[in-house]
């Protein structure tokens, strides 16, 4: 049986849960016109906000940048490896995966946002099928949506409070000043009383006051008259950098020169004509936050082709206007008219895709665009707003009939990925985090780097004038150097690459090749594409017993219908193989050679100390302080590392001269006595220290070439057999793998099958 919940929480206590986590209204609440001024003088660079600096800071709110540039040896490299992950993966059922390319431009853009050259713009995604565009947009409004509705991310605008008293007793004795008097004597009694939004706002007769929200979102801020805005703004925020910023840079003109709605603007003007000063008008002013609400066209506005087009164009408040009409006795005077364009406004106004009803809206948005403006009956309407859009090659011709609208537009391109560790991320995200699991390492990421290969093109300028001449990396790259191409895309600067060329790919080059990027993308395998392919792949090679390996993936390439294999460029899959064997023969390499610097230091202080002493003696090695047994044995173990094993016993005797007498003749009577130098600087040390290194790198593969014993001890790795082999092929086999494992995240068996890969397969011998 179950055991039961404790019933912790009684129904008062979880009501009043239910109220502490109801934030919405708190922050919906409004505050006077007074107090919005207080905000303002504390908080001056939010407050002052319009909508393109706010999705500025969004962006900036949640992209990482990263210090570090695209190379830490080239700092100058202007190519940033923003993390995305927060605005477009975190908590959203349907990721969208940035690469480094589309993450850069991106950024670009967003950045011109903020200066506000570009307003008058609608930004267009423009991409293939299956690129992830509508993921990428839904995304970012959902983004967008939750960071307005945050402390960090609000805005207020205009919510009118007319209070109905006052404007009554003054349309029925306009000029008496006694009664004015009375009035203020009720106002200050009502200033002790905080009304309650929900209870007193428009709606029943007892009702004290009309509110009135603005519908096109506009700041409390341009209720004040043009003309005296800098004048109360000079007086309220301090004068530092942001006023500065304010008060000169061009992001900052609308604060100055935008025209508050015309339905405040008519507000404005009814009550100071009735109320006589503007301070008594301020005081019908409030400001509330603006709080988006795509579902409801709050501040969002997004609309798919299929969505069919509202009959009335020009909206009103028929209730809401026969109050005011009744408040102010003229039923002219205030027109509560609207546009469903001024719910946007200050706002973001999306359509997904350019078809069917949404060609008209875009026609519709040319006037708008063009002019800020949108006319609803004779009221000239304000509209600034983001636009966005998503668009599909084949639409373009949809906007071909309107030219002028061709310099409106700022099409930012979303081609598929060309980076294989985001390719990666998105089958890892679809298909699980197991899946690597079931690949030797690099496996899985030159499956990504088959499905971006059909993306690329194969020619390239750039890279012809940077490395003349490819052929000398066949053995780690395709000869049109399209695996190069990738690397760079991933942002990485390969390590097989001479450090002749790495030193003339400097920032020109760089953007040269970056910029011929532009056009990729567009075509080959989409992003359905290449999952669908993936899925194939996995569930025919996945296997309990063995992992996916380099030439399972060559197999079911090989064997691919078209057209994806005809997109597969001759000779791509040869030159990934061989790269891979490189790579893999490298890591083999660097887990068996074991640099230890310390090691070797300590060997060639030994090996000195004793070289100074006679066989068979026991002495302390003045640099290490280590007891020595001298003994031929002792000094053929380092000889052997430091020249060669099978030496003649005269040669040995030759070098321990040498040594002997650099070290009595120089080391010790003049490096270290006269010029104070550690043995660790001294000539004698450093030609023992280099020939060593030498020595351990040239001879790391020999167990690799023609050893059988070797290939056995591996197979029987963690097994009983492992027992009976030599000691030394023991000692060997279990430092490579387990290093493998370390450095390389291989597993035991991956290491394992990686190790008779390159045995079976004589890489030794190949890149010799
Ligand atoms: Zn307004």
Redesign the pocket.
């Known amino acids: 049986m179950e055991t039961p919940i404790p019933n912790t929480l009684s129904v008062d206590q979880t009501l009043e849960l239910l109220d502490k986590s109801m934030t919405d209204y708190q922050r919906l609440k409004p505050v006077p016109f007074e107090e919005f001024l207080a905000i303002l003088n504390a908080k001056p660079s939010q407050i002052l906000r319009n909508i393109f600096q706010t999705f500025h800071d969004m962006i900036k709110t949640y992209v990482v940048e990263p210090e570090d540039a695209l190379s830490e040896d080239s700092d100058h490299l202007s190519f940033t490896n923003y993390d995305c992950s927060r605005l477009f993966v975190e908590g959203s059922e349907n990721p969208f995966f940035t690469d480094m390319l589309f993450a850069n431009r991106f950024m670009k853009q967003m950045e011109y946002l903020r200066h506000g050259a570009q307003q008058n713009r609608i930004y267009i995604f423009y991409g293939p099928h299956g690129c992830g565009k509508s993921t990428f947009l839904n995304n970012l409004l959902k983004k967008f949506e939750q960071y307005a509705n945050t402390e960090e991310g609000l805005r207020y605008e205009?919510v009118w409070r007319l209070n109905i008293k006052k404007l009554q007793d003054k349309e029925k004795s306009f000029t008496v000043s006694a009664f004015e008097k009375l009035i203020h004597y009720v106002e200050k009694g009502e200033e002790n009383y905080k009304p309650d939004a929900n209870e007193k706002s428009f709606g029943g007769p007892e009702a004290e006051y009309i509110e009135i929200p603005?519908?096109?979102h506009?700041n409390p801020f341009l209720a004040i008259p043009k003309d005296q805005r800098r004048i109360v703004l000079d007086e309220l925020i301090k004068n530092d950098e942001f006023k500065w910023r304010l008060f000169t840079e061009k992001e900052y003109e609308w604060v100055f020169k935008e025209e508050?709605?015309t339905?405040?603007s008519s507000i404005y003007h009814s009550l100071l004509e009735r109320l006589g000063n503007p301070s008594e008008v301020y005081k019908m002013l409030y400001a509330r936050p603006y709080y988006f609400n795509r579902r409801l066209g709050n501040g969002i506005s997004v609309f798919n082709p299929g969505d069919s087009p509202l009959k009335q164009n020009v909206l009103s408040n028929e209730m809401l206007q026969n109050r005011i009409n009744s408040l102010f006795q003229d039923s002219n005077i205030i027109s509560y008219q609207y546009s469903r364009f001024a719910k946007i406004n200050n706002g973001i106004y999306a359509l997904m895709d350019i078809k069917s009803h949404n060609i008209e809206r875009m026609v519709e948005l040319h006037n708008i665009i063009s002019e800020g403006l949108h006319k609803v009956e004779d009221i000239e309407e304000r509209v600034d707003s983001l636009f966005f859009a998503l668009m599909n090659p084949e639409d373009k011709r949809s906007i071909r009939d309107f030219p002028s609208f061709e310099d409106r537009i700022q099409y930012i391109d979303i081609p598929y990925i060309l980076d294989m560790k985001t390719e990666v991320k998105i089958f890892i995200n679809i298909f699980g985090r197991h899946i690597e699991g079931g690949f030797l390492p690099m496996v899985l990421e030159n499956f990504a780097r088959v499905i971006i290969c059909t993306r690329i093109g194969k020619k390239s300028q750039a890279l012809a004038e940077w490395i003349k001449d490819p052929a000398k990396y066949k053995n780690f790259c395709d000869d049109q150097l399209m695996l190069l191409k990738m690397e760079l895309f991933s942002g990485n600067i390969p390590k097989w690459l001479e450090e002749d060329d790495i030193k003339s790919l400097d920032n020109k080059m760089l953007k040269k090749i970056i910029a011929e990027s532009e056009i990729y993308g567009k075509e080959g395998l989409s992003g359905r594409d290449s999952i669908k392919l993936f899925d194939q792949f996995y569930s025919k090679y996945a296997k309990e017993d063995r992992l996916i390996n380099m030439p399972d993936l060559c197999m079911f390439f090989n064997k691919l219908d078209d057209p994806p294999k005809r997109m597969i460029p001759p000779g791509f899959l040869e030159s990934l193989l061989r790269m891979y064997d490189y790579s893999v023969l490298q890591q083999v390499k660097e887990s068996l050679y074991y640099y230890n610097e310390e090691q070797i230091a300590k060997d060639i202080k030994n090996y000195i100390s004793a070289i100074t002493n006679d066989v068979d003696t026991v002495i302390k090695c003045i640099f290490t302080k280590e007891e020595i047994h001298v003994t031929e044995a002792f000094l053929e173990s380092i000889e052997n590392r430091l020249l060669s094993s099978n030496m003649d016993k005269n040669r040995r005797h030759e070098i321990r001269n040498d040594v002997l007498k650099e070290y009595t003749t120089r080391t010790l009577t003049h490096e270290i006595m006269i010029e104070g130098k550690n043995i660790t600087e001294t000539r004698l040390f450093e030609s023992l220290y280099d020939r060593y290194v030498h020595n351990l790198k040239k001879k790391v593969l020999e167990p690799f070439i023609e050893n059988e014993n070797f290939r056995n001890a591996i197979k029987d790795f963690d097994t009983e057999k492992f027992k009976a082999h030599d000691k030394r092929i023991k000692k060997d086999v279990k430092f490579l793998l387990t290093n493998l494992s370390k450095k390389f995240g291989y597993t035991t068996q991956g290491a394992n099958e990686a190790c008779i890969y390159v045995i079976d397969n004589d890489l030794a011998n190949k890149f010799k």
């Open positions: 205009i603005c519908i096109s506009d508050v709605c339905i405040c």
